[in-house]
C-alpha cells in the first residue's frame, strides 16, 4: 500500500528531505510530489551574492539539482505551481499552476512544509521602483543584473548591512559602482556587538564603500522615467542609479498560518527535534520557515541559512523514510566576508546573554592567522563572552582577514559540548607556523577570558 | 622570605614556566634562576623548516624572547650553561659553564623540567659527516644554510618522511635542490593511515618530490674531502651534496633518568596532571622531553610540539606560582604542509585503535573547502574513524589543498567533548559559500560514518 508524500518548497530543505526519503524508500512505497512556484529547485540562495559579483560566472553553477535531475529520481517535482491552501484535517493540499491558473487538490500521507523565507520589503514610497532589488532568488538575481547593465550611472545603494548587505556591497564594488550602504543601526552587522560591528565599519571605509548608521530609509526617489534616482533618509538624499535591499527576511509561513499551525514570535513554525510541527503526527516542516531552538539561550530563533535547511532536510527525510533523526539545535553560527574581511559570530552577543538574565565577562583580543613570523600572518580581533561565575563559554566573534572567518568553528563545537572558557584553554588544536600561532588566537581569547571570569567572581 | 625556582631549559615550556610564574609572584617572593645550554632563549623550533626554505627571513624572527628580554622580567637567565645533575634529596643542580667549564651547584625549593628532545641519530657510518644536518636547533638551521652554500650540486636527501622531513623537502625546493626523501616506511606520514599517506606521496610526486619508501638508510657515504656524496640503502645508493636527518626525536631525560625520576614507556617523564613529575612535589616537568595522556586511547605518548610545551609553561608557572591550573592531557592534532598541500590529524590512526582494543569503523569522503560553485574550492580527503556500537568519534585525517588543515579543530574539539559522529552531524558550523559547502567536510565525513557504524552493529 503505496503512501504520499507532498513536498511544498522545492529548495534545500524541501528537496532534501525527498531525496532522503526517496533513498529510504522506493516509488512502490511512496509517492512523493513536490510543489515549487518558481521555475528553480535545489539552488543556493547564498550563492547569489558572488554569481552577481561575477565569482561565479553562470547562474546555473548555483543549482545543485535540476526539477529534470530530481524528476529522473522519482520525485513528482511540479515547478511553477504555488500551493495556496493547506487542508490539515482534509490530509490535502490545493495547488495552483502559476501558468494556466489551473488548481487542483492533492491529497497527502505525510506533509513537509517548506516554503523558505521571504525578504522584508518596508512599505516606503517608490520601494518597488525600476531599479530596486532584492536578492532572495535566482529571478531576483538575474533582475538585478539586468539592471546594473541598464543603470546610467555608477553609484549603488545598498539598504542594510547585515550578510546580504554586505556582500551585495562587495558585488556591486565588483562591478564598479560607487557603493553606499545605508544601515538603520550605528554599526554594520547588527550579528555582532557594536564594538566588533565597529572594524567591520572601518574596514569598509578601507576597501571604499561608504557605510552610514543610524539612517533608516524614508523614501525611494525616482527621475522621470519611473527608475529610482536616489533613497531618502533622516540624514539626507542618496543619489542611486540602482538599489539593493538587505533588510532581511521573515518566514514565509502565510499558509501554514492560514491552516492553523503553531508559529513562534518570530512568525516561524514550530516543531519538535524530528522536526515534526507540533502537534502534528503527519507533518513536518523545515528550513527558512521554521525556528530554531538555541541551545545557548534556550529559545526558539528564526534564522535563514542554507545549512541548516540541508540538515532539517535530512532530518526530516529520515523520519518521513521510516528512520529515525533529529535536528537538536544551533548555536548561531554564522560567516560571512566583504572583499577579504572575514567576519563570523556564534553563540551569544551581549545583548542576548542580558535578555536571557544571564551575566557574563567579554574579553577582545588581537592575533594573528599564521606565526607571527610567517608571510601572510593576517590579524584578526576576537570577541569572546564567558559567563560569569561558571566560566561557560556563551559566544565568540571575530574580524580579520584570511584565516579568521572558520575559526569560529572551534567555539561552535565548544558551546555545543558546553564547554568552560578554562576547558578551552586546554584544546588541542592544529599548530604549525603556516596555520597558526603557538597559541591559537581562539585560546589566546579563552586564556583571557579565564583571567576576566576569575576577577569577575 | 623568598623561595627560589630552578628551571632547566629556556625554550618554550621552561620559559613560559619562569614568565608565567614571575607574573604572579614578584622577585622578592620568588628568585628565578634558567640554565640554558644554547645560545638563544624561547625561539620557535617549528619555525625552522620556514627559515631555513626562505619564508622567514630572518633567524631573529624565530627568537620571541632573547635571553636579555627575560633578564629584565628578573628571570636570571644563563645561557650557555649546561645542567649535568640533579640532586633530587638536596635540592639542587650542578650546572657547568659551557665557556669556562667550571661548575657550580644552585640549590632550590622548586625545580622545573624542560630538557626537551633530542633528535634520532641513527648511528650510520658517515651519519656525523659534513652535509648531514639535523634541523633542531636554531645552531642546526645555521649551519644547514651555510651547507646548503657550500653544496658543490643540487641534489638533496632527506631521511625520514614525517613532519620535519616534509617540511625540510619544501624547504629544499626552494633553494633550487632536486629533493628525494628516504623512507622507512612504505608511505610518507606514519601519522596518518597508509591510505592517507598514499595521497601524500602522490601530492609529492606531483611536487617533483621523490619519495621513496619502504628504505631505512644503511650508510652515509663520503667524498675525498670527506663531506657527504651519497646515502646507501637497501634500494640502491642516492646522490646527495646535502642530507637533512628528519628521523624522529626522543626526550632528553638522560638527566632525570640519573636522578632517579619516573619515565615512561618513550622515556618521557611521567606527570601528574598539574604537570608535577609522578612522586615529587617540588620537582615540575613540561615540553617535549615528558610524556602526555592521549585523552582517546589512555595511554602516555610522547608528542614534542610546541603547543603543547607552551600550554604546559603556563599550567606549570600558575601552579608554582601558587595558582591552579591543569593539563587534561591531548587528543593528538597535528598539522602540516610541503607547499600547497595541507595535511592534518587528530585522535587514532586504525593501528592506533587495534592497539588499544577499539572495534572501528572507517570512511573516507572526498569534498571541497568552499562551495563547489566559489573560485577556489580545493578538493580535501577526509577519513574518519568511529568506535563501532557507541559510534564515538576517535579520529580524524585530512589531506587536501587550501582550507584542509585547520579543519581538523572541528574533529579536536569533537574529540575531546567525546562526541559521538551522529552528534558532530548536527553540528553548527560556519557555512558561507567562499567559505565552506552546505556541509561541511568534516560533516559529510560525519554523515557517513553514521550510516558505517548503524551498518557495522
Redesign the interface.
Known amino acids: 500500500m503505496s503512501e504520499r508524500l507532498v513536498v511544498i518548497g522545492g529548495d534545500?530543505a524541501g528537496m532534501s528531505a525527498a531525496s532522503q526519503a526517496r533513498r529510504l524508500k522506493g516509488p512502490d512505497e511512496l509517492e512523493i510530489v513536490a510543489f515549487e512556484r518558481g521555475h528553480f529547485s535545489s539552488y543556493?540562495a547564498?550563492?547569489i551574492p558572488?554569481w552577481v559579483g561575477g565569482?561565479?560566472p553562470v547562474r546555473d553553477?548555483?543549482i545543485a539539482r535540476s526539477p529534470e535531475e530530481h524528476r529522473a529520481r522519482d520525485i513528482d517535482l511540479r515547478t511553477r505551481t504555488e500551493v495556496v491552501e493547506i487542508d490539515v484535517a482534509g490530509q490535502r493540499v490545493r495547488a495552483r499552476d502559476l501558468e494556466s491558473g489551473a488548481e487542483t487538490w492533492t491529497g497527502f500521507d505525510k506533509l513537509v512544509i517548506a516554503t523558505g523565507a521571504r525578504p522584508l520589503r518596508p512599505p516606503l514610497p517608490g520601494i518597488d521602483a525600476p531599479g530596486v532589488h532584492g536578492v532572495q532568488t535566482l529571478d531576483d538575481g538575474e533582475a538585478l543584473l539586468a539592471s546594473l547593465d541598464r543603470a546610467k550611472g555608477r553609484r549603488a545603494v545598498v539598504v542594510g548591512a547585515g550578510?546580504i548587505g554586505v556582500e551585495m556591497a562587495e558585488a556591486l564594488l565588483g562591478h564598479g559602482f560607487e557603493v553606499t550602504v545605508l544601515n538603520r543601526g550605528e554599526q554594520p552587522m547588527a550579528t555582532l556587538d557594536p564594538d566588533m560591528g565597529r572594524l567591520v565599519h572601518e574596514a569598509m571605509d578601507g576597501l571604499g564603500i561608504t557605510t552610514v548608521g543610524s539612517s533608516p530609509v524614508r523614501k525611494v526617489l525616482t527621475g522621470g522615467d519611473g527608475r529610482v534616482r536616489a533613497v531618502a533618509t533622516d540624514s539626507g538624499e542618496y543619489p542611486a542609479d540602482v538599489v539593493v535591499l538587505g533588510t532581511g527576511v521573515v518566514p514565509e509561513t502565510g499558509l501554514a498560518r492560514a491552516a492553523g499551525l503553531p508559529l513562534g514570535a518570530y512568525g516561524g513554525l514550530l516543531t519538535d527535534l524530528a522536526m515534526r510541527v507540533r502537534g502534528h503526527e503527519n507533518i513536518w516542516a523545515g528550513g527558512d520557515c521554521v525556528e530554531v531552538l538555541d541551545l545557548v539561550s534556550g529559545r526558539e530563533r528564526h534564522i535563514a541559512?542554507?545549512?541548516?535547511a540541508?540538515?532539517h532536510g535530512?532530518v526530516i527525510g529520515a523520519n518521513v523514510g521510516g528512520g529515525y533523526a533529529?535536528?537538536?539545535?544551533?548555536?548561531?553560527?554564522?560567516?560571512?566576508?566583504v572583499c577579504d574581511l572575514?567576519i563570523?559570530r556564534?553563540g551569544l552577543r551581549e545583548k542576548d546573554a542580558r535578555e536571557v538574565g544571564l551575566r557574563y565577562v567579554t574579553v577582545t583580543i588581537e592575533s594573528t592567522s599564521r606565526?607571527g613570523?610567517?608571510?601572510g600572518a593576517a590579524l584578526m580581533t576576537v570577541k569572546m563572552l564567558a559567563e560569569r561565575r561558571t566560566g561557560r563559554l556563551l559566544g565568540v566573534q571575530i574580524v580579520g582577514r584570511e584565516?579568521a572567518?572558520?575559526?569560529?568553528?572551534?567555539a561552535?563545537?565548544?558551546l555545543?559540548?558546553g564547554?568552560t572558557v578554562e576547558?578551552m584553554?586546554?584544546?588541542?588544536?592544529?599548530?604549525?607556523?603556516?596555520?597558526?600561532p603557538?597559541?591559537?588566537p581562539v585560546l589566546v581569547a579563552a586564556?583571557k577570558a579565564v583571567t576576566a571570569v576569575r576577577a569577575a567572581g
Open positions: 534545500a543556493s547564498c550563492g558572488y565569482d561565479v553553477k548555483l550578510y541559512l542554507g545549512t541548516h540541508n540538515k535530512q533529529t535536528f537538536p539545535g544551533v548555536v548561531g553560527t554564522a560567516v560571512s566576508k572575514e563570523a556564534t606565526a613570523y610567517y608571510p584565516g572567518a572558520k575559526r569560529v568553528d572551534i561552535a563545537v565548544a555545543t559540548a564547554m576547558q584553554t586546554a584544546l588541542d588544536l592544529g599548530y604549525a607556523p603556516p596555520f597558526s603557538v597559541w591559537d586564556r
